[in-house]
């Protein structure tokens, strides 16, 4: 194994690819994953310029402004991997449900209840110690966003309601009633201008990672992406929900669960995207108020499509996003873009993206066959 | 009665106003979708151009003084989207949901990035007519001011459902829906037909968006649209594809959108975020109620990939 992993980047490395005629077959496949989405990704930036430039302004600066505030300096860096942690775990929301073919957009509602549920146990548990606190948010958040979420998933498997729509009405839903308990029975008396929850206490948030700025929440976030990737990719239930996604009837027929990895697939999605918001309640605002409802969970869809699904590309998709949803801040002071401008090249982006799937083995030097 | 206070009898009049009122975005979005469905394709993004509707319509009628070139301008507005949708699909190996999902993203970023510079001015917004002039009750006379665009989109539904039965351009539809490949055999493109079906579909709820902006509530803002697009899409089906189904659930729709602010003006406040809610969780629980595992929906067109 070691040894065959030396050899081939001793292939790499020494012979240049036109030499080798063996190489783009053998890597042609894993080429084009990486080159496909990158050249979607360049078309849309290049539009998103010919766009500003419409409106006056130098692309050039555009480009320059959002390496700048994405990637630029350490304090970009540390905005662009606070905003990647929650999009890590909304993209798993979208990303998992994928594996059985099922399109689930719902994490935005998964993230506002996770975040509610975090809340209130934070709340129940004061005066506990912190560690117990975090625990039971982290618990709360999980079991609270992933049930949300398994009402779609339950509501295909049993009564034939398409999951797309049930789980974006659940989003509307979802903020309904954290509208309704922040401005109800959850109102923190003290809170005038903007309706929210008592505070969950400052020795009850989970901080930063030593030496930055940038909380824990990215660590749970990466563990999450690789627990799911083993679990897809390395376990018999992870195989078991690849089958049921390519063929629902030999999933049957070999006599598979397919209610259980629906329900057990859709909750595991939720619980990313409600730790996603018990994230931002424990690290960033220390309480539940309508500004949760910030569209990460929305941009998670983008991550999750622009991964192509898989759970280990999704993280440096989502620093990649967090980095221009980041820049969105420089853009609106040094070039005077209205903060819009971000959504409007993530919709770009998106488009080009779905566009390329049109692309996939048809670029003929890359089968090897020049 | 004699002092025009009418009581409780608000909230009914409310309701019955607001069916009027309120359900006329959900109309012209469902007939829209149903077009688009009915000929084999899901548009998932009329959420976006709802929201982009709104904000060219009142963009246009603030600039040149006339709403009625804003509603035109919002239909050129949904038919172009439409068009990039449909243009989108037809590349293959393409799927229409998550192009759906894309443009849902890029109409409504879109909107709001042109839109910045409209949420100060006050454009000129769509008359309505008087049919309440009998009554001296207030309230019934605000329940019975009716905008045109809702009586051409009540008169819309039965045409089209008469259009889908007998007309040449309604059968070639139903075919491409149900099947491409009899649409093929024929001679006819499939692409073309659900190219067109997919623009009359964004003309139409381009349209509805410029209710939104022009008439109820009448001005242009970020948080004018919350899912009125996508619900109307849910409507559709389990309108079951019909088009005079559609009116009666847009009617029902309007209805439940118009119970929170109802409840809110007779003093009923707690709750008010449930209620604006209600049409999401009527969506839902129709869905819930008609939906089956065990058959695929009747009337649905067997090309659609949503109903599976």
Not at chain 1, 5 to 28: K, M, N, W, Y
Not at chain 1, 354 to 370: E, P
Not at chain 2, 70 to 79: F, Q, S, W
Not at chain 2, 95 to 100: E, F, I, K, P, S
């Amino acid at each position: 194994m070691t040894a065959e992993a030396a050899d081939s980047t001793e292939a790499v490395g020494s012979v240049a690819p036109a030499a080798d005629p063996g190489f783009l077959q053998r890597h042609g496949g894993a080429i084009e994953y990486v080159l496909i989405p990158g050249a979607a990704l360049a078309g849309a930036l290049g539009v998103f310029g010919i766009f500003v430039a419409m409106f006056g302004k130098n692309p050039l600066d555009l480009y320059f402004y959002m390496y700048y505030g994405a990637f630029g300096t350490w304090f970009s860096w540390q905005n662009t991997l606070t905003r990647a942690a929650p999009l890590i775990l909304t993209a798993l929301c979208t990303a998992l449900p994928a594996q059985l073919g099922m399109v689930i957009i719902g994490g935005e509602g998964a993230l506002l209840i996770g975040a509610l549920s975090a809340t209130s146990a934070a709340l129940v548990l004061q005066g506990m110690p912190p560690l117990i606190v975090q625990i039971a948010m982290v618990i709360a958040g999980v079991i609270g966003g992933g049930l949300w979420v398994m009402h779609s998933g339950a509501l295909r498997q049993y009564r034939g309601v398409n999951e797309t729509i049930s789980s974006l009405l659940l989003v509307y839903i979802a903020l309904a009633v954290l509208n309704h308990l922040v401005e109800g029975a959850m109102r923190d008396p003290a809170s005038l201008n903007k309706p929210s929850t008592r505070e969950i206490g400052a020795a009850n948030m989970i901080g930063s990672i030593p030496g930055t700025d940038v909380h824990w929440g990215l660590v749970f976030g990466l563990i999450a992406a690789i627990a799911a990737y083993i679990l897809i990719y390395h376990t018999v239930f992870g195989f078991a929900a690849r089958v049921a996604g390519g063929n629902i009837r030999a999933a049957k027929i070999v006599g598979l669960n397919v209610s259980k990895l629906i329900l057990t697939i859709c909750f595991l999605a939720g619980g990313a995207a409600g730790l996603a918001g018990m994230v931002e309640v424990a690290a960033v605002q220390g309480r539940t108020n309508a500004n949760l409802a910030a569209g990460y969970g929305f941009t998670g869809i983008l991550v999750a499509f622009l991964a192509r699904q898989n759970p280990l590309a999704i993280i440096p998709v989502a620093i990649l996003l967090g980095g221009i949803s980041a820049s969105g801040g420089l853009l609106q002071r040094r070039l005077g873009l209205p903060d819009a401008s971000v959504l409007v090249l993530q919709g770009i982006i998106f488009v080009f993206v779905l566009a390329s799937d049109a692309l996939y083995g048809r670029i003929r030097f890359l089968k090897g066959k020049s | 009665m004699a002092d025009g206070s009418i009581g409780l009898w608000t909230v009914p009049l409310a309701v019955l106003g607001g069916a009027i009122r309120v359900s006329t975005p959900f109309l012209f979005v469902s007939l829209g979708e149903c077009i688009t469905e009915r000929s084999g394709r899901i548009n998932l993004g009329l959420e976006g151009t709802l929201v982009m509707g709104a904000m060219s319509a009142y963009g246009i009628s603030y600039l040149t003084g006339s709403p009625w070139l804003g509603v035109l301008a919002a239909g050129i507005t949904g038919a172009l989207l439409g068009a990039l949708h449909a243009g989108i699909c037809s590349l293959p190996r393409v799927n229409d949901v998550a192009v759906g999902i894309a443009l849902m993203l890029f109409g409504t970023g879109l909107a709001f990035y042109l839109g910045k510079p409209l949420i100060e001015p006050t454009a000129p917004r769509l008359p309505a007519i008087d049919f309440g002039w009998w009554s001296d009750i207030p309230q019934v006379r605000a329940a019975l001011r009716v905008n045109v665009l809702f009586l051409i989109g009540v008169a819309l539904a039965p045409i089209l459902y008469w259009a889908f039965r007998t007309t040449r351009w309604g059968l070639l539809i139903r075919t491409a829906g149900e099947s491409s490949d009899a649409a093929r055999a024929m001679g006819h493109s499939v692409l073309l037909i659900r190219l067109r079906a997919t623009m009359v579909g964004g003309f139409l709820a381009g349209i509805g968006g410029s209710f939104l902006s022009l008439f109820y509530p009448g001005s242009w803002n970020e948080g004018l649209s919350s899912g009125q697009g996508i619900t109307a899409v849910a409507l559709v089906i389990f309108a079951r594809w019909d088009p005079l189904l559609c009116l009666w659930a847009s009617l029902a729709f309007g209805g439940a959108a118009a119970l929170g602010p109802a409840l809110q003006s007779v003093g009923v406040t707690s709750g008010y975020h449930l209620f604006n809610a209600a049409p999401y969780i009527l969506t839902l629980a129709i869905m819930i109620i008609t939906c089956s595992p065990k058959r695929t929906l009747t009337g649905a067109p067997a090309e659609l990939s949503i109903t599976r």
